[in-house]
């Protein structure tokens, strides 16, 4: 059960799962590749990641003399706030 707020985006064999707090992405992305291995079915693993983005991303990343991690979904580069889960593909 989710205690942020909590997106998933789809298009076609893609989507973004968006998670206001970092340890409800890594259950998501958990649970995700277990419920896909039982239909034998895995995640694109070069394309899979999970990213702090957004507002506290700059602050955090900035203090380490880093920008904040940006990726791209349809052809777009994403520039949002919360935490990634997974941008892949089946």
């Known amino acids: 059960m989710s205690q942020g707020e909590a997106y998933l985006v789809r298009f076609v064999d893609d989507f973004v799962g968006s998670f206001q707090n970092g340890h409800e ?19 694109a693993e070069e394309k899979t990641r999970i990213l702090q983005f957004g507002r506290f991303a700059a602050v955090d990343r900035a203090g380490a ?4 991690e940006t990726f791209e979904f349809f052809g777009l580069q994403a520039c949002l706030r919360g935490w990634i889960a997974a941008a892949s593909s089946l």
Do not use: C, H, I, V
Request: no cysteine; proline share 4%; hydrophobic share 35%.
């Open 65 to 68: 003399g880093m920008r904040p």
């Open 25 to 43: 992405a890594e259950e998501f992305l958990r649970q995700l590749r277990e419920r896909l291995s039982d239909s034998n079915l895995y995640l």
